[in-house]
């Protein structure tokens, strides 16, 4: 009996998933367990095992496409079984899974030679092909998914091998290269040349060039990478986006700063960085400043009552941002605890679904770049993120005369469409008081 394969439910708040990646194609022999498919929900990818055994008889939902949970991927079918094909987006199960549970990661290398797959033909063109010498797996079928016929195996048989298939990628480089592609064999299905094939041609020696130019580096723009662009671009398509800037005198802060160092220093658990104070001073004025703390779904704002504070890491594969639960609750030490195991298990790709959804803000700190400021892009379906700059010492005005002051920039970029200019920058102006002094966060 057939199986019906549904988008999984990998947290609380899933509604859609994205199929990245299918290991199986149709006609392939699935087993229970093994990986299936590849899912990808708010930057986090997980790896769905096959939930019955038999053939993958159909492929509902292809790679890149986006659908709700429960919706119906792929059919497998027992050996020799085949059940009605599905159209269209279909309904199914809504089959909840634990994505807590030491979740899979596209980072794992898919290790181990692949199985042959076997060769559809007629019983005819088998029986012609071995007649004629013919190598049935060099034949390209012109029957339904690919199936070799006898006339196939004839006019290859006649004609000889048709000109080499070959992926865009690989002719682009292969262009570029001003390869041959008769010269390179390829390893795709049917003898397709892949870009692995034009890699590994050059690399050989074989090519007749003088001066082999260097091979251009392939970044796949899939994962995570695709996962930002998505984001990153329907962010600047969906919503009024404008940035305003701020100085802000952290002198202050700085000492604060330093005081809680000295008051710990023998307490090597106890680390605060200037970011850990920006983070309370946030969490503190956006309780002072709901429509700050909000999210737009459909046709409503939704004004949060607790603080849920996106922490923006930089991967080497991408920016990732881990959600800080009920911010406005915690006192210094506790945020700076929680930030550092947060960021940790960012950089170690083990965060979970609960921990990267459901953020109310998001602080984006490049200080640790060297840059003073820049305008950042709202993470919908927020209303607000916050840029923070290096903290340098500078000439300024204080007191009426020019002296050397610890300086910051703040930008914060805002959704015009939910919040004015005048509320966005009474916000900002109050984090600014907070950080300039910062016992008034007690306040």
């Known amino acids: 009996m057939s199986v019906n394969v549904t988008m999984p439910k990998l947290g609380m708040t899933m509604k859609v998933g994205k199929v990245s990646k299918w290991y199986k194609n149709e006609g392939d022999a699935v087993e229970k367990g093994e990986n299936l498919f590849e899912v990808e929900t708010e930057k986090i990818t997980n790896q769905i095992e096959a939930s019955g055994i038999g053939t993958l008889f159909q492929i509902v939902v292809p790679a890149g496409e986006t659908v709700p949970v429960g919706t119906i991927v792929a059919v497998i ?47 005819s063109a088998r029986r012609v092909a071995k007649e004629l010498g013919v190598d049935l797996t060099l034949v390209p079928g012109s029957g339904p998914d690919g199936k070799v016929k006898e006339a196939d195996v004839v006019k290859f048989h006649e004609e000889g091998p048709p000109a080499p298939k070959i992926s865009p990628l690989a002719a682009e480089m292969a262009k570029q290269e001003g390869l041959n592609i008769e010269d390179i064999t390829g390893t795709g299905e049917n003898g397709k040349i892949t870009r692995q094939d034009v890699e590994n041609f050059l690399a050989s020696g074989k090519t007749d060039a003088q001066d082999t130019p260097a091979q251009p580096k392939v970044i796949p723009f899939e994962g995570m990478r695709r996962a930002i662009a998505d984001n990153m671009h329907a962010s600047l398509q969906n919503a009024a986006q404008l940035t305003t800037f701020t100085e802000v005198d952290v002198t202050e802060m700085v000492r604060f700063k330093e005081l809680i160092k000295a008051e710990y220093k023998k307490d090597d658990s106890v680390k605060i960085s200037y970011n850990d104070i920006i983070v309370m001073a946030t969490a503190r004025a956006l309780m002072k400043h709901p429509i700050m703390n909000s999210t737009l779904v459909g046709e409503e704002i939704l004004c949060h009552g607790n603080v849920h504070l996106g922490i923006a890491v930089a991967l080497p594969e991408g920016l990732i941002v881990p959600k800080l639960r009920n911010a406005e609750k915690k006192n210094l030490l506790q945020i700076a605890r929680e930030v550092r195991v947060l960021a940790k298990k960012a950089r170690e790709a083990g965060l979970v679904m609960e921990e990267v959804t459901n953020g109310t803000f998001t602080i984006s700190n ?48 805002f959704d015009h469409r939910i919040v004015d200019g005048a509320p966005a920058m009474t916000f900002l102006k109050d984090l600014a008081r907070y950080l300039e002094q910062p016992m008034l966060i007690m306040a």
């Open 77 to 123: 079918a027992e050996e020799g079984e085949q059940p009605e094909r599905i159209e269209g987006i279909q309904a199914g199960e809504v089959v909840e899974m634990d994505a807590n549970a030491a979740p899979s990661t596209s980072k794992e290398a898919e290790t181990g030679p692949k199985e042959k797959k076997p060769i559809l033909s007629t019983p």
């Open 366 to 413: 490049v200080s640790m770049l060297g840059m003073d400021g820049f305008t950042p892009v709202l993470n919908p379906p927020e209303t607000g993120i916050l840029g923070v700059g290096r903290v340098i010492e500078k000439p300024s005005v204080f007191n009426g005369e020019i002296t050397i002051r610890h300086m910051m920039t703040l930008s914060l970029t």
